[in-house]
Antibody, heavy 121, light 106 residues
Framework: EVQLLESGGDLVQPGGSLRLSCAAS????????MSWVRQAPGKGLEWVSS????????FYADSVRGRFTISRDNSKNTLYLQMSSLRVDDAAIYYC??????????????WGQGTLVTVSS | SYELTQPPSVSVSPGQTASITCSGD??????AYWYQQKPGQSPVVVIY???KRPSGVPERFSGSKSGNTATLTISGTQAMDEADYYC?????????FGTGTKVTVL
């Protein structure tokens, strides 16, 4: 059974930093690209960042580029999101998501339960 | 990146058909995907590659695409289908989600 367990969400002041983690199990972690998707309270889904299965390639939404860093530790089956210079509008539930299996397509077939990031003074 | 536009809300009577559209300038060149999200829960994919249904998703969910518009259709809608639905596209490096549609089963 695929499981994605996020952690690290917290209350942080504007300008602060936070690192999110996502522990993966139930699949061959090293074979799949992984992503972070966020959802502000009462709002829609917003893709944040993705990383290739090797970790060599990373991609970011314009809204977080230069402030967030995605990484992974394949020896620990863990995905990370280092967030810095946090802003009030970064407040959201952050989901870890696994790229779908189907060759040539880009979607998320499994999602974690999410971790809440609150940015407030 | 670009935008995917959905109607904010769709209302449907039990047993009837609900259709949700998703429009985007580049959607004609890409696959469309659809997610269902119920309150307090994580999203779940219900359609991938325009019209394929993952195992476990009821047959009443179907997808189609014509040009720059994708459509999610729920036939014989049930009360349990009341949820938010999001379309999504991917251009090999970035993902885009639609604005979301709240489906209400009256």
């Amino acid at each position: 059974e695929v499981q994605l367990l996020e952690s690290g969400g917290d209350l942080v002041q504007p300008g602060g930093s936070l690192r999110l983690s996502c522990a993966a199990s139930g699949f061959t972690f090293t074979s799949y690209a992984m992503s972070w998707v966020r959802q502000a309270p009462g709002k829609g889904l917003e893709w944040v960042s993705s990383i290739s299965n090797s970790g060599f390639s990373t991609f970011y939404a314009d809204s977080v580029r230069g402030r967030f860093t995605i990484s992974r530790d394949n020896s620990k089956n863990t995905l990370y999101l280092q967030m810095s210079s946090l802003r009030v509008d970064d407040a959201a539930i952050y989901y870890c998501a696994k790229k779908g299996t189907t060759e040539g397509s880009g979607y998320f077939d499994y999602w974690g339960q999410g971790t809440l990031v609150t940015v407030s003074s | 990146s670009y935008e995917l536009t959905q109607p904010p809300s769709v209302s449907v009577s039990p047993g009837q058909t609900a259709s949700i559209t998703c429009s985007g300038d580049k959607l004609g060149d890409e696959y469309a995907y659809w997610y269902q999200q119920k309150p307090g829960q994580s999203p779940v994919v219900v359609i991938y590659q325009n019209n394929k249904r993952p195992s476990g998703v009821p047959e009443r969910f179907s997808g189609s695409k014509s040009g720059n518009t994708a459509t999610l259709t729920i036939s014989g809608t049930q009360a349990m289908d009341e949820a938010d639905y999001y379309c999504q596209a991917w251009d090999s490096s970035t993902y885009v989600f639609g604005t979301g549609t709240k489906v209400t089963v009256l």
